[in-house]
């Protein structure tokens, strides 16, 4: 079991991440828009861009951090993998802090500057989110180990979440040097938390090679090659359970992504007056930190019923609640209001449990495939590149629907035309629309959640075979004890 200083240095990582991360996804679009004014050509060209690299980096970035460790000669000790990842967290997690602060700064032309900073920031972000995911297989391997340090990453990330709401007092794009100080104080406080958590960590690793005696390893035995790659997806897509979590994942990125875009024009549309524009905005800042709250108990249940058990327990729970919504009607705005809420809460909650299958994935990939280390890196670059569809493909389908459900096109229709637009109709429309908008909060989470249960029915790591395969890793650990 980690101790509490380790849980604690791990843990920040995520503190640190989050802090910064959150007030991106909120604030990046607005700026270069109403701050920078950059024009929609430019901006279009830079989205496409991102969205090509976004697709791409966590294969690549995977593959380089791991592919060494296919080859036949790769010996390399587990504790030296921990080293070779806390090296990679210790120039990464500061650059992206950097990368970050470069965002809310005008320096170069906004068209450029959409895409350099974009792409900077996204490709820091995967290299650090790909080390510290892959760091939770590398650091244990017991279900109670791996959930403890999970519950730290979880309570860290919500103090980290604490952020948006700071963000709202400072956030005035005609007065933008007040957000700017504010970002810069963020980026000092993640670049000094990520060098000092990964040298605590680092201090206690090599200390246990030494006591553990083990000798130091290069990472050259055998240079990557085309065909260690073409095996190395032979063997993904033949990994049964593997297949099984990315379709489950898929529908979960969706869903997840789903909620996150519409979730401000389901509280206008279906809500209306009844929320004020200050009730909303609370709601959206308890929605980045209560999914994190939240997760605290979950992960308790985990060590005590089993990672799958919680997760099937909690697609039953959204397809009953969706389907009780959906009986009630739309007319009972209480319910309404909180199904909305709790929707995102327990989706993203469950997102947040699903680094613990990963990790168990890459347990089974490394007995199955008997393999002399694990590659923690690659399995989890290769899940983000197969659930990344699911970001693409919610705000396209969830405009889709809702163009066919309520007429009303929002890519030829500003956000606020919209809604000004809805507010002008007469009784019958807007009921109409209000109905249309309550079938999509429905229908969407329900389907998911009915075809997520008949993949997950079908997946066979827990139990018996979960305990097997852990048995057998455990065999070749020989690391420090944690």
Known sequence: MPDTAVCFAYGSQ???????HNIFLLYHVETFLSVYKIDKTSFWAGEIVFLLWNSLNDPFFAWLSDSSFLGKGATTSVTQVVLHRLRMLTWSGPMLSVSFLLLWFSWLYPGVQFVVCLCLYDGFLT???LQHSSLLADLAVSVRARARLNFYTSACSAVGALSVFLSYIVWNKDRFVSFQVFCAGL???SFVGFIVSTRHLGKHYRACAVRSKEPRTDFKEEKSSLLQMKKYLHQVATHRNFVLFTIMNLLQVFHCHFNS???PLFLESL???AVSPLTASLLLGLSFVAPHINNLYFLTLCQKYGTYRIIQFLFVVKLLLSFVVFLMGPSHMWLIGIFIASNR????????LLNLVITDLVDEDFVLHRRKQAVSALVFGTTALLSKPGQTLAPLIGTWLLVLQTGHDIFQTSEIELKSDVKSLDYRTTTLYRDSCFAILV????TCAVIQLAVWSRFSLHGRRLSYIKTLRSDGYHSCEV
């Open 14 to 20: 995520a503190l640190f991440m989050t802090t910064i």
């Open 127 to 129: 290299v650090v989110d």
């Open 187 to 189: 980026t000092v406080f």
């Open 261 to 263: 875009n519409f979730f």
């Open 271 to 273: 809500l209306g007056g």
């Open 345 to 352: 809460v327990f989706t993203e909650g469950t997102c947040k």
């Open 443 to 446: 229908y969407v989470p329900m």
